[in-house]
Structure formats: structure tokens, C-alpha cells
């Protein structure tokens, strides 16, 4: 294993697959996004080229972009102050419930594992504003007044489908939180315990801190999931009513193909990309630190 590993000839036999695929399935399609970007193309026949004009365009002159971005991050925000939390503490009850603890673990995961149509249709039809299960409630519990056509209203939509998206993905996050509290040895509670630890001083002190290289990997999953966010937007509300619910995924897609602007849409995509690489990179540093072996 020493030789091998020594001889560079070997080592680049062992890397070439890898590195061939990541060239030919990210870089190049990433520079090809990049040039037709730059180009005025409906994806088929002629383009013309136009240089930086689209760039210029979607940052100055594209109030939707920024909407679609602004709601990629009001959505990541409430992920991580109201999921994830949410999320630690009934990982944390789990680790309590002996006997019942595959049962409600079951529970708990069973929105992740729902096919996303189904989840979409789901939801839809509880926010409907004639039928729907969430104005039949209001009216049986004598709160008739707040009916609401929840996801035809710009000012409720978005939060709707934050909360459809945050239920859907709520069980990955349980299980990532509750995976890294069974990581835990035991001892060191047991040991807390008897040095006199209450449950409180237990897991804010001492449990929750040892956790922090989980969170870090369910927060960088949870910012990637949020940011490329589509398939729930388009299933329910296809970025409306006026865009106020459009995500930067659905919004490529509808700008690409529905409206034949490719050379557009190109260019919004690689700004997502660059956004991305930059938040990645901050989080990254924000979340880096060192943590204590068990």
C-alpha cells in the first residue's frame, strides 16, 4: 500500500475517474452555462452575443431575482430559528421515550418519506379557500372571520409554503439531531448525573455542545435544501400569485423553458451559483471550530 501510494503514476490512476467526471459533469457545464449566459438565445436555432448584458440586467433591473433570492433566504432563516430547534428538542425527548421510541420516531419521519406531489396536493387542498381543512377549522372553532384564500394571497403564500417545505423536511432533520445524541457515550451524562447536573445544565452544557459538528453538517444541508428549493413551489403555486412565492430554481425554469429565454436564464443560474459558492464559504467559517473529543 506504501508503494502505491508513493507513486504518483498510481495515485493518478486512482483520481483520474473521479476527477474526469467532475470536469465533464460540473466545470464544463458550468462554463457552458456561463458563455450562453452572455449570448440572446431561445435555446434553439441562432443566438446572438450580448456580452454582460444579461448579467446587468437580472442585477439592476430584475425585481423578481432578488424576490426569488430574498425568499430562498426568509426561508433558510426560518428552517434554522424554528425547525431546527423544534427539531433538537424532540430528538432529545426521543432519547427518553424507551419502549415508544420507534414508535414515534415513525411518526416523526413519515412527512419526509410522502412523495413531494402528494405532499403538494396535501397541503393544497387544506389552504384551499372553499373546501380547504384549515378555514373548516377556523369556521368550527368560531373564527369564521380569519378564512383566508391562504395561497392566492401575496401576503400569506410565501409563509405557507415555507411551513409545507419546513414539515416536509422536518424529519431529516430529527434524525440527523437524534443520530449524533445516540453518538454520545453514555457515561458522560451518567457521570454528569452524579456530579450533580440537572437535565437543563445535562444538555445545555454538555450534550448540546457535542452536538455542534451535527449541527453544522444539518445547517449546510438544511441552507443547500432551502436555496434550491423548487419542486413544492412549482407543484403548488408555480412562483405566484405576482412572484411573491418564486424561488430561484422554479424562477430558471420558468424563465428557460416556459418563456424560451435560455440565454436569461443561463445567467441567473450561474449568479446562484456564485451566490452559493459565497455562502458556502462564509458558513463554513462562521461554523468552523474545533470541538473536543469524547
Known amino acids: 500500500m506504501h508503494k502505491v501510494l508513493s507513486d504518483k503514476k498510481a495515485i ?42 444579461n448579467y446587468k440586467e437580472i442585477l439592476f433591473e430584475d425585481p423578481v431575482f432578488w424576490n426569488s433570492l430574498w425568499n430562498a433566504l426568509l426561508l433558510t432563516a426560518a428552517t434554522l430559528v424554528i425547525q431546527h430547534p423544534i427539531a ?23 412527512p419526509a418519506v410522502i412523495s413531494i406531489v402528494v405532499t403538494a ?71 454528569a448525573k452524579i456530579d450533580g447536573a440537572t437535565h437543563t445544565q445535562l444538555y445545555s452544557r454538555i450534550m448540546i455542545p457535542l452536538l455542534a459538528p451535527m449541527m453544522r453538517v444539518a445547517i449546510i444541508i438544511a441552507v443547500t435544501t432551502c436555496l434550491k428549493q423548487m419542486e413544492t413551489v412549482f407543484l403548488m403555486t408555480n412562483g405566484g400569485p405576482a412572484n411573491s412565492t418564486q424561488f430561484l430554481g422554479n424562477y430558471i425554469y420558468k424563465v428557460a423553458f416556459s418563456s424560451s429565454l435560455y440565454g ?22 462562521a461554523l468552523k471550530k474545533d470541538v473536543g473529543e469524547f
Open 12 to 53: 493518478f490512476l486512482l483520481i483520474a475517474p473521479g476527477l474526469i467526471l467532475f470536469i465533464f459533469m460540473i466545470c464544463i457545464p458550468i462554463f457552458m452555462s456561463a458563455y450562453y449566459g452572455s449570448t440572446d438565445w431561445s435555446g434553439i436555432g441562432q443566438y446572438q452575443y450580448v456580452g454582460l448584458s
Open 121 to 191: 396536493k396535501l397541503w393544497s387542498g387544506i389552504f384551499h379557500p372553499n373546501y380547504g381543512l384549515l378555514n373548516k377549522f377556523l369556521e368550527g372553532i368560531g373564527l369564521g372571520v380569519l378564512k383566508h384564500d391562504w395561497l392566492g394571497d401575496p401576503n400569506t403564500a410565501i409563509w405557507c409554503i415555507i411551513v409545507v417545505v419546513m414539515w416536509q423536511g422536518f424529519g431529516y432533520a430529527l434524525l440527523l439531531y437524534y443520530s449524533g445524541l445516540q453518538g454520545i457515550p453514555k457515561d458522560l451524562g451518567e457521570a
Open 264 to 285: 436569461y436564464g443561463n445567467a441567473i443560474s450561474v449568479l446562484f451559483i456564485v451566490f452559493c459558492l459565497i455562502l458556502t464559504v462564509v458558513l463554513n467559517k
Open 88 to 110: 433538537i428538542l424532540l430528538a432529545i425527548f426521543l432519547t427518553h421515550c424507551g419502549k415508544y421510541e420507534k414508535i414515534f420516531r415513525t411518526i416523526f419521519f413519515i
